[in-house]
């Protein structure tokens, strides 16, 4: 019994430092934050998934996106992750925002939510 404990404890501060580095790829975080905050978080993620994801090219991607929002989303402040890839997919975005994208799927697949195209 003490070992599942351990285990699960082990599992949930796990769950919370995914979704600690991730938190910045919603809606709500992009459109109330500045572009210097959101620089660091994406600069943060990208050298802790240097394999997977360009720094640089990140922050541009989100920037522009947050730019872009009032044409892209109803209403950016609710945009769950999920929201967000959705519409970049369903827009023929994912050329556009291709490290956006490859965030996304590292969080999907991190928490364990393969519900996106």
Known sequence: ????????????????????????????????QSDDIIKKHASDLAMKYSNDLNGTELVLELICLKNQALSLFSDLNTASPLYLINVIHSNSLKDIYLY????????????SDRSFV
Not at 100 to 111: G, K, M, P, T, V
């Open 1 to 32: 019994m003490d070992s599942l404990i351990v285990q699960m404890e082990w599992r949930c501060k796990k769950i919370e430092e995914v979704s600690s580095d991730f938190e910045f790829l919603n809606g709500h975080f992009l459109y109330h």
């Open 100 to 111: 956006i994208e490859i965030a996304q799927r590292i969080f999907c697949n991190s928490s």
